[in-house]
């Protein structure tokens, strides 16, 4: 089983739709979770941290499901340049003083294309 | 603005040649910088962790004699690809965790062609 796995996809959704994405981790010492974006031929880029209780920004939310591993990323009313392929990153662990990290996976990313 | 910034963004060289990516934290120290290649429609793969100081560490079947890699301060480290070819094409990025929050930043990216 992968450490980090998501749904390839792809997620073909018109403007407007609700769209969600989850990504299951293997390792329950699991501490730290991103969601990034991707667009063709560029680098990464940080799109929300995901948070215990949840969290929202804007169109976006976030979830952490600890008892089922699992994060997930739920986009409201999509828009033509949401189109992009969504990575999850999960990290295990750091040390007390924040000064050094434990491993770092990435999924697969999950391809999502919205059209008019 | 940018919060690590890589160079050059692409560059194209002919077999056997070495090229070097340079890759910049501009926004705080990072003792750590990861560096990694991406085939097209493939995901992230992760190939040394880049240590300030020391030694970086490199992923199983990522051969260190040739990808090269020099963490001199605590803002720059380097990747060497030497004596290139063209299945070594490919774009290669690289990133910095912040302190403490453990956001992880990416570079542009460098896009490399071998001819």
């Known amino acids: 089983r992968k450490e980090v796995e998501q749904d390839p996809g792809p997620f073909n959704v018109p403007e407007g739709a609700t769209v969600a994405f989850n990504c299951t981790y293997s390792n329950s010492a699991s501490q730290s979770f991103f969601w990034y974006r991707q667009d063709c031929r560029k680098e990464p880029k940080l799109l929300m941290s995901?948070?215990?209780s949840g969290n929202e920004d804007g169109r976006f939310t976030a979830q952490l499901n600890r008892a089922s591993q699992y994060i997930s990323l739920l986009i409201r009313d999509s828009k033509l340049s949401d189109s992009a392929t969504y990575l999850c990153?999960?990290?295990?662990?750091?040390?007390?003083?924040?000064?050094?990290?434990?491993?770092?996976?990435f999924g697969q990313g999950t391809i999502l294309t919205v059209h008019p | 603005g940018a919060v690590v910034s890589q160079h050059p963004s692409r560059v194209i060289c002919k077999s056997g040649t070495s090229v070097k990516i340079e890759c910049r934290s501009l926004?705080?120290?990072?003792?750590?910088m990861f560096w990694y290649r991406q085939f097209p429609k493939q995901s992230l793969m992760l190939m040394a962790t880049s240590n300030e100081g020391s030694k970086a560490t490199y992923e199983q079947g990522v051969e260190k004699d040739k990808f090269l890699i020099n963490h001199a301060s605590l803002t720059l480290s380097t990747l060497t690809v030497t004596s290139a070819h063209p299945e070594d094409s490919s774009f290669y990025i690289c990133?910095?965790?912040?302190?403490?929050?453990?956001?992880?930043?990416f570079g542009e990216g460098s896009r490399l062609t071998v001819l």
């Open positions: 990133s910095a965790r912040r302190p403490f929050t453990g956001e992880l930043f």
């Open positions: 990153v999960v990290i295990m662990g750091t040390n007390a003083g924040g000064t050094s990290y434990g491993k770092l996976t």
């Open positions: 995901v948070y215990s």
């Open positions: 926004d705080f120290q990072a003792t750590t």
